[in-house]
C-alpha cells in the first residue's frame, strides 16, 4: 500500500482494465440463464413482435400489453389507454412497415441483463374521437416513427403448457419515441 496519488492512480487504471464491462457481464448473465440464447435470433424474433405490440397498444388490447411488458409498463400504457379512451380518442392502429430492429446496448438494471435496441415504423397519424371525426393527423398521413426498446430478461425460465422447461421470456420495459416524421 501506498500514499502516493501516482500509485492509487495506477492502480485504479489497472483495476478498471481487467474490469469486465457492463456489457459484457451482461451478456454473461443472460447466457447463464438461457445457454442457448442467440443475438441473431432475438433480433429477429423481436421484429415480429414488434407490430403486435405497436398495434396492440394503439387498438387498446391490455392482453397483448400484459403479455409483451413488464409490469411497470404495464401500468404506463394502460394507463395512457385509460386516459385516451376517457377523452374519447381513438388512434389509428395502421402500421405500414417496421424496420430491423438494432442492437444498440446491452446494459445491467438490478441485477438483471437488459438489451437495447432501435427501429422505425411506418405509421398511419390520425386520431378520432368517438365519431370517427378526425381531432389530430389525417387518414393519409404516414410517418416514420423512430422507436428504443429497452427489454429486461426474466430471472428464470418457466414450464408451459406443453409441460417442457422455457429460458426466460424478455418483457418489454421502457419504449421510448425518439422522434418522428412527416413522409406523405
Same mark, same amino acid.
Given at each position: 500500500?501506498?500514499?502516493?496519488? %501516482?500509485?492509487?492512480?495506477?492502480?485504479?487504471?489497472?483495476?478498471? %482494465? %481487467?474490469?469486465?464491462?457492463?456489457?459484457?457481464?451482461?451478456?454473461?448473465?443472460?447466457?447463464?440463464?438461457?445457454?442457448? %440464447?442467440?443475438?441473431? *435470433?432475438?433480433?429477429?424474433? @423481436?421484429?415480429?413482435?414488434?407490430?403486435?405490440?405497436?398495434?396492440?397498444?394503439?387498438?387498446?388490447?391490455?392482453?397483448?400489453?400484459?403479455?409483451? !411488458?413488464?409490469? *411497470?409498463?404495464?401500468?404506463?400504457?394502460?394507463?395512457?389507454?385509460?386516459?385516451?379512451?376517457?377523452?374519447? @380518442?381513438?388512434?389509428?392502429?395502421?402500421?405500414?412497415?417496421?424496420?430491423?430492429?438494432? @442492437?444498440?446496448? @446491452?446494459?445491467?438494471?438490478?441485477?438483471?441483463?437488459?438489451?437495447?435496441?432501435?427501429?422505425? !415504423?411506418?405509421?398511419?397519424? !390520425?386520431?378520432?374521437?368517438?365519431?370517427?371525426?378526425?381531432?389530430?393527423?389525417?387518414?393519409?398521413?404516414?410517418?416514420?416513427?423512430?422507436?428504443?426498446?429497452?427489454?429486461?430478461?426474466?430471472?428464470?425460465?418457466?414450464?408451459?403448457?406443453?409441460?417442457?422447461?422455457?429460458?426466460?421470456?424478455?418483457?418489454?420495459?421502457?419504449?421510448?419515441?425518439?422522434?418522428?416524421?412527416?413522409?406523405?
Amino acid at each position: 500500500t501506498s500514499d502516493s496519488p %501516482f500509485v492509487h492512480r495506477i492502480q485504479d487504471a489497472s483495476d478498471s %482494465f %481487467f474490469q469486465e464491462s457492463e456489457a459484457a457481464q451482461a451478456l454473461r448473465e443472460i447466457r447463464a440463464r438461457d445457454i442457448s %440464447f442467440d443475438m441473431m *435470433e432475438f433480433l429477429q424474433r @423481436l421484429k415480429g413482435d414488434v407490430p403486435i405490440v405497436i398495434k396492440g397498444y394503439l387498438e387498446g388490447k391490455e392482453d397483448i400489453i400484459k403479455e409483451y !411488458c413488464s409490469p *411497470e409498463m404495464i401500468e404506463r400504457l394502460t394507463g395512457i389507454i385509460k386516459a385516451q379512451k376517457e377523452a374519447g @380518442l381513438v388512434p389509428d392502429p395502421t402500421l405500414l412497415d417496421s424496420s430491423d430492429v438494432e @442492437l444498440v446496448d @446491452l446494459k445491467m438494471l438490478e441485477d438483471s441483463p437488459i438489451i437495447v435496441t432501435q427501429f422505425t !415504423c411506418q405509421q398511419i397519424n !390520425c386520431t378520432r374521437d368517438t365519431h370517427g371525426n378526425v381531432v389530430e393527423g389525417a387518414p393519409e398521413e404516414v410517418h416514420r416513427v423512430y422507436y428504443y426498446w429497452a427489454l429486461q430478461q426474466e430471472e428464470s425460465g418457466y414450464v408451459g403448457e406443453d409441460g417442457q422447461h422455457h429460458p426466460p421470456r424478455w418483457q418489454l420495459r421502457e419504449m421510448l419515441i425518439r422522434g418522428m416524421h412527416h413522409l406523405l
